[in-house]
């Protein structure tokens, strides 16, 4: 999209930018990989094909690349609704997890076709890892029988038969063994507690079957979040824990003790939605690879653990994630503000670089509009972040005596973040001349314990001031027309979205809900397990603080909101029930806010097929254009 030599750059209204980056362009950008797994010859991993809404495993070996998946299969977990660790190396195969049945299928490296290996009716498997010794793979198992949910760690052989490892806590994580295959740790917690607040570290030992034989907990705080176990080279256990604020490098020595790894003071890791997150890895000669968060951008660095020498590594990346190795390699997804996901390889020895894979944009890099990190005042004199994207588009500007429109982006989560790299959604709305302001209110995750936990019995309230903040911030810089000023979420951004309208309704011109929540108490009654405490932490206990799930209720409030307001909705969402739109929706209509409801037949929490994603774009534009 670079400018043809001689041509001049044309004014047009801001809003209004003619550009040829399509919604279907901005969707189908929108590759995406995980679960990377590798031995010393081939590194596997799950890529996510925006054309055909499938995930399919891809193999890197120094001969190329080559897709393994066999048609009519998609590689995709769905314990905790949200996955992860669908795939494991096994040997001269590997293991993945189908999405339609949720079993474990078999595939051999050089066979074009799989096997069902083992699954269980109404019972959903991931967190993959495989027990070389005993010819196994350990999984999390989620089984639904009526109204109960039941998770328990197991292992299944390569001959199918299924053992019961660990049972009876509520949710389990990253299970791994140590290298001698004696040892076992992983993640557990209990209700009420979240994979965020409160975890528990279990430590067992196997006998020759790889059943576990006796178990204990590392020694806690009581208060403290831990995650991402992995056995140094040498035995030594590892995990991240947030005892001192921030999730860091621990070791636990062999009498129990913790010692603190060498590491920045900053937050080494998201909140664990998914399975198997690996956001450090431990190389041989006791050096560590490190990421961790600064402002909301990522670093990746190498750290010598006896010496803390630290060497920093991929320049211009500002994510990392899935972190893998071998004896030459790190191996790791990374993003950076031109690029939305890459895997790349990193020689350890002098640091240097090669891309395997990335995600395309159809966008050229003048084209692209860059984030600016935001960092603003706002309620109780907190400090808020985010990221500004101001309108960019290389042969188009606004008029001189105008400022652009703002569309301000509300995480999903709401215990998730935005990162500072290439979205094209939001480079859908900066090349029509909008600015874009995304925005890590508080209560996000990245920044530290004390700022995540900003939104216990905080949301919708704390959130919404971030969002009413920022629209003063960006108009007392000059940055925005703060009378043309958009908002939009998805799931609990979309929640976040609903109250600004209820608080400041004035503010906006128009808001689009993509399956937000609209009633926070319906969505507490129903949710599934995962987050079925989660509401009681946002907002509080519905008899004890029943006055404020009324005052946080946009359902509730609804007479309140005079914003013409766009739904997006997937009739298969099983974690916001269709019928939480509808009732939003009906409200706003009796008030006779102006308002459109798009729904999706085939669609769960979370869109996924392209055309439907493309829809969403150009109806949502459409809608604000109306009112702009």
């Known amino acids: 999209m670079s400018v043809p030599r001689g041509s001049s750059v044309k004014v047009e209204p801001y809003g209004h930018w003619n550009t040829d980056f399509s919604a279907r362009q901005a969707v189908v950008a929108g590759t ?91 019972c959903r498997y991931g967190g993959l890892r495989f027990d070389a010794r005993r010819r196994q793979v350990l999984a999390v198992e989620e089984c639904h029988a009526g109204q109960r949910v039941t998770h328990r760690l197991v292992s299944i052989g390569l001959d199918g038969l299924r053992q019961v490892l660990i049972e009876g806590a509520d949710f389990y994580n990253s299970p791994c063994l140590s290298p001698d295959g004696d040892q076992l740790a992983w993640i557990e917690w209990s209700r009420p507690d979240l994979p965020w607040t409160r975890t528990r570290l279990g430590i067992g030992q196997l006998d020759q079957a790889g059943r576990v034989v006796m178990f204990h907990y590392a020694d806690s705080t009581g208060n403290e979040s831990i995650q991402q176990p992995s056995w140094s080279p040498e035995g030594e256990l590892i995990c991240l824990s ?140 907190d400090t808020a972040h985010g990221f500004f994207y101001p309108p960019c588009n290389s042969q188009v500007r606004g008029p001189a005596d105008q400022r652009p429109p703002l569309v301000i982006f509300t995480h999903g989560g709401p215990t998730s973040a935005c990162y500072a790299t290439l979205d094209n959604r939001i480079q859908f709305w900066t090349q029509r001349g909008f600015a874009v302001a995304d925005l890590n209110y508080r209560g996000s995750s990245n920044f530290g314990r004390a700022y995540r936990d900003k939104l216990r019995h905080g949301w919708g309230q704390v959130d919404v001031e971030d969002v009413l903040a920022v629209i003063d911030h960006l108009a007392h810089q000059g940055s925005i027309d703060p009378e043309r000023v958009f908002i939009r979420g998805q799931s609990a951004g979309g929640y976040t979205t609903l109250c600004s309208l209820v608080a400041a309704s004035e503010r906006f011109r128009a ?90 037949a085939e669609e769960r929490h979370g869109f996924r097929r392209p055309d439907n994603l493309a829809r969403v774009l150009e109806q949502e534009l459409g809608f604000y254009r109306a009112w702009l």
Request: glycine share 8%; hydrophobic share 40%.
């Open 511 to 600: 808001a689009a809900s993509l399956y937000g929540v609209s009633d926070p108490l319906r969505l507490r009654a129903i949710t599934h397990k995962f987050e079925a405490d989660y509401i009681d932490w946002l907002i509080g206990h519905p008899q004890t603080d029943a006055v404020r799930y009324q005052q946080r209720s946009p359902l509730a409030q609804a007479e309140r909101i005079r914003t013409p307001v766009i739904f997006f909705q997937g009739l298969q969402d099983a974690v916001v029930l269709p019928e939480q739109t509808k009732q939003m929706v009906q409200a706003l209509e009796d008030n006779g806010v102006p308002v459109q409801c798009v729904t999706f």
């Open 242 to 381: 947030d005892r001192r604020g921030y999730w860091m490098p621990w070791r636990i020595d062999g009498d129990g003790g913790w010692q603190p790894l060498p590491a920045q003071t900053a937050d080494h890791a998201p909140a664990p939605w998914q399975l198997n997150p690996q956001h450090y890895a431990d190389l041989p000669s006791r050096w560590l690879a490190l990421s961790w968060f600064e402002g909301g951008l990522g670093h990746l660095a190498l750290r010598q653990r006896e010496t803390a020498e630290e060497r920093r590594l991929a320049h211009g990346y500002t994510r990392f994630r899935a972190l893998t190795h071998n004896s030459h390699w790190l191996f790791c997804i990374a993003g950076s503000p031109t690029c939305s996901a890459a895997i790349v390889r990193i020689n350890p020895h002098n640091g240097e670089l090669s891309v395997l894979s990335q995600a395309s944009s159809a966008l050229a890099e003048a084209d692209i509009a860059k984030p600016r990190r935001l960092l603003y005042l706002s309620g109780q004199g």
């Open 32 to 122: 995406d990989y995980a679960d990377l797994c590798c031995d010393e010859q081939r590194l596997l991993w799950v890529e996510f094909q925006p054309g055909d809404g499938r995930n399919v495993v891809v193999e890197w070996t120094e001969a190329g690349l080559r897709r393994l998946t066999p048609e009519g299969y998609s590689v995709h977990s769905r314990v905790y609704e949200y996955g992860g660790g669908a795939l494991c190396l096994a040997g001269e195969a590997l293991v993945f997890i189908n999405d339609a049945d949720q079993a474990l299928y078999y595939q051999a490296l050089d066979s074009d076709d799989c096997q069902r290996l083992f699954g269980r009716e109404h």
